[in-house]
């Protein structure tokens, strides 16, 4: 079982920043692949970022440049930089992992940009 518990979201106005968190309680953590998602009002669950345990990153085509996937394996803990947010950016997002054939997921975290 894992557990995934995001915290740092909030209310920004465009071109602002953000660093959401995930914090992780499971021994096997530097070995599992994390991933952020997004899902706005109404929409479909999407992929925003992923980083291997080796610190190998991938990003959603619209979030390329703007935001950045890292990991603390020795805190158990993943963040996503977010950098000149927009209100499209505006969504719940979820912490993601794939344990054991099981896909794992926190409660969210609110992120509401402004124009």
């Known amino acids: 079982q894992v557990q995934l518990v995001e915290s740092g979201g909030g209310l920004v106005q465009a071109g602002g920043s953000l660093r959401p968190s995930c914090a992780a309680s499971t021994s096997i953590f530097s070995r599992v692949t994390m991933g952020w998602y997004r899902q706005a009002s109404g929409k479909q669950r999407d992929l925003v970022a992923t980083?291997?345990?080796?610190?190998?990153?991938n990003y959603a085509d619209s979030v390329k440049g703007r935001f950045t996937i890292s990991r603390d394996n020795a805190k158990n803990t993943v963040y996503l930089q977010m950098n000149s947010l927009k209100p499209e950016d505006t969504a719940e997002y979820y912490c993601?992992?794939?344990?054991?054939?099981?896909?794992?997921w926190g409660q969210g975290t609110r992120v509401t940009v402004s124009s």
């Open positions: 993601n992992t794939r344990a054991w054939g099981v896909d794992f």
């Open positions: 980083i291997t345990g080796g610190g190998s990153a």
